[in-house]
């Protein structure tokens, strides 16, 4: 993927891969594409965004959402955060499985 995709087609291709390698594929798609104070900025919004969608949890406002895109901005930066988003992501599909089995 070169410099020039859209945020749609980086969707796009994220929600299309494996779940439960989705971050570590995106990761690795990224390759070195940026220097070291371009990664660290990214990785400081990710951040930012994960902690502003944890605030908007105690909102009626979408902090999911918020935390989600933060979570895909950090992991496309970090191998160790994209490794552990596909660990949460498998937990909370075997989470919403058990509850839809509830249901």
């Known amino acids: 993927m070169g410099r020039s995709a859209t945020w749609g087609q980086i969707w796009r291709e994220f ?3 494996t779940p439960g390698r989705r971050f570590s594929e995106q990761h690795r798609r990224r390759g070195q594409a940026h220097g070291a104070r371009v990664r ?3 990785m400081i919004a990710g ?3 994960i902690a502003a969608g944890a605030l908007m949890a105690l909102t ?3 902090g999911g959402v918020l935390a989600a895109l ?3 901005v950090l992991a ?3 191998a160790v955060a994209a490794r552990t988003f ?4 498998l937990r909370l599909r075997r ?4 509850v839809r089995r509830a249901i």
């Open 40 to 42: 660290a900025a990214f």
């Open 60 to 62: 009626p406002a979408p």
């Open 76 to 78: 496309r930066e970090s």
């Open 47 to 49: 951040a930012i965004l």
């Open 15 to 17: 929600k299309a891969g």
């Open 70 to 72: 933060g979570a895909a």
């Open 86 to 89: 596909d660990g949460i992501e």
């Open 95 to 98: 989470l919403a499985a058990r």
